[in-house]
C-alpha cells in the first residue's frame, strides 16, 4: 500500500468541509488527520456526521483550530473558512512548509486595493497575494503544480469563467455587454443559521439577491480580462434557486460578424477536448444541475442565436463539489504529485 498524505481540515462543519469530508472519505492517497471546528470541539466526526460511521475517519476527534498543531501533523491544509480567517491561518502553515488550498475569497484577487473595496475588510497578508495561484485546473495547471498557497475560485465565477473563457480567448465575441445570468442552490450561502437561507424563505420561491454588486464579479472580471487580453466589465446577476446544490449560468454574449457554429464548437473542442471534468454538450442539449450533483463536471451549452447575433452561453456545475470542495481536492493532487483525480471519480448524486 502506498504511503498516505496527512491533511488537515479547518472548518470541518461548514458546506463545504463536510462535502471535504465526504470526499477524502474515498481518498486513496490523503488521510484526514485533524478536522476543526470551535462549535463542535470534543465530539467524534461520525457524531456530526453518520455517514462516516465504520470508516477510518468516523473516530477522528474534532479539535479546536490550533495552527501549530496542525503545521506539526500535516503536510496539506485545507482552510474552508470565512474570508477574513483563512488570511490570519495561511501564513503561519505556510511557514511550517504546509501546503494551502483555501477555500475562501482571501487570495483570489491580485489586487489588495480591490479585495477591499469588495469585501470591506482590510487585507493583512496583501505580500501573498502575487504567489498565491488561482486554483483553476484547466487553466493553471502548471503553475498549481509548484504552488505552496492555492485561492480556490469561487462557485460562482467556476462556471462563468469556464463558460466564458474559449469564446473570449479566441475572439469569437464582442468583449463589452455581457450578461452572466446566475442562478444558485441554498447551501452556496454557508451553513451557518441565517433567516434568507431558512427553508420556508427559499423553498416554493425564486428571487434575486445582490444585485447589482456580487462579490464574486471582480473575480470573474479579473480572469475573463486575462482571457480577453483586455480589461472587462460584465453584468453579473445572481439568484437563489430552491434547491440544495447546483449552479446553471446562463450567459448572453455578442457574436463577432462572421463566427459561425463551427468555429465556436471548434474553439471549445480546443479547450476542453481534453478535459477530463469539462463536458461540452452537443448541439441541441442543455446542461442541467442534476447532471452534475455531488460531481467534478461542469456542463457547457452553447446556443448560436442567428435571430439576436448573440452566442449563449450555459453553464453547469455543483457549487460544493466543482464549485468548492472537489477543485480544492484537485487542487492538492496537482501539489502533492497524485494522481489528478484521486478521489475524485464520483458519478452525479441521484435523484
Ligand atoms: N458554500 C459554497 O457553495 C462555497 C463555494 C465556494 C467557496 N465557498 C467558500 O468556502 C468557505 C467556507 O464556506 P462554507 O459554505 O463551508 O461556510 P460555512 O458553512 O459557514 O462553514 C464555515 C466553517 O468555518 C468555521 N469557522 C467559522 N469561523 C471561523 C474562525 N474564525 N476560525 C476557524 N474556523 C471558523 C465554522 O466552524 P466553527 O464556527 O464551529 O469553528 C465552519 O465549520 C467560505 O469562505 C465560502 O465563501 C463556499
Redesign the pocket.
Known amino acids: 500500500m502506498s504511503a498516505t498524505i496527512p491533511a488537515g481540515l ?8 463536510m462535502e471535504l469530508a465526504r470526499i477524502l472519505a474515498g481518498h486513496p492517497s490523503l488521510e484526514l488527520v485533524c478536522a ?5 470541539a470534543g465530539k467524534r466526526l461520525d457524531d456530526i456526521y453518520p455517514f462516516l460511521q465504520g470508516t477510518n475517519m468516523g473516530d477522528i476527534k474534532i479539535t479546536a ?1 490550533d495552527v501549530a498543531e496542525l503545521a506539526r501533523q500535516c503536510k496539506v491544509v485545507f482552510l ?4 477574513k ?2 488570511m490570519e491561518i495561511a501564513d503561519a502553515l505556510l511557514a511550517a512548509g504546509v501546503k494551502v488550498v483555501d ?3 482571501d487570495f483570489r484577487l491580485r489586487s489588495k486595493a480591490v479585495y477591499e473595496e469588495w469585501y470591506d475588510v482590510e487585507h493583512t497578508r496583501a505580500d501573498l497575494l502575487q504567489e498565491a495561484v488561482y486554483g483553476l485546473p484547466e487553466f493553471y495547471r502548471d503553475q498549481i503544480k509548484t504552488a505552496r498557497l492555492i485561492a ?1 475560485p ?2 460562482y465565477p467556476t462556471s462563468a469563467i469556464l463558460g466564458l473563457t474559449p469564446a473570449l480567448a479566441d475572439g469569437l465575441v464582442e468583449p463589452e455587454n455581457i450578461v452572466i445570468d446566475a442562478k444558485s442552490g441554498t ?6 443559521a441565517n433567516v434568507g437561507t431558512a427553508f420556508c424563505e427559499v423553498a416554493d420561491s425564486f428571487r434575486a439577491y445582490s444585485l447589482p454588486r456580487h462579490r464574486h464579479a471582480p473575480e470573474i472580471e479579473q480572469e475573463l480580462s486575462m482571457a480577453a487580453g483586455q480589461p472587462m466589465t460584465v453584468s453579473f446577476s445572481t439568484h437563489l434557486l430552491p434547491i440544495d446544490r447546483g449552479i446553471l449560468s446562463t450567459m448572453y454574449t455578442m457574436l463577432k460578424p462572421g463566427v459561425d457554429e463551427a468555429a465556436i464548437r471548434a474553439s471549445y473542442d480546443k479547450f476542453y477536448g481534453h478535459e477530463p471534468w469539462v463536458r461540452v454538450l452537443p448541439a441541441g442539449r442543455l446542461p442541467e444541475t442534476r447532471w452534475v450533483r455531488g460531481t467534478m463536471f461542469c456542463d457547457i451549452g452553447l446556443v448560436p442565436d442567428p435571430r439576436t447575433g448573440r452566442l449563449i452561453i450555459l453553464s453547469a456545475i455543483d ?2 463539489c466543482r ?2 470542495s472537489g477543485q480544492a481536492v484537485a487542487n492538492a493532487n496537482l501539489m502533492l504529485g497524485l494522481e489528478p483525480d484521486a478521489g475524485l471519480k464520483l458519478a452525479p448524486m441521484m435523484p
Open positions: 479547518v472548518g470541518v462543519t461548514g458546506y463545504t468541509g476543526t471546528s470551535r462549535a463542535e483550530p474552508a473558512v470565512p474570508h480567517t483563512a477555500l475562501s475569497a480556490n469561487g462557485c447551501s452556496g450561502a454557508g451553513r451557518k457549487n460544493l464549485g468548492a
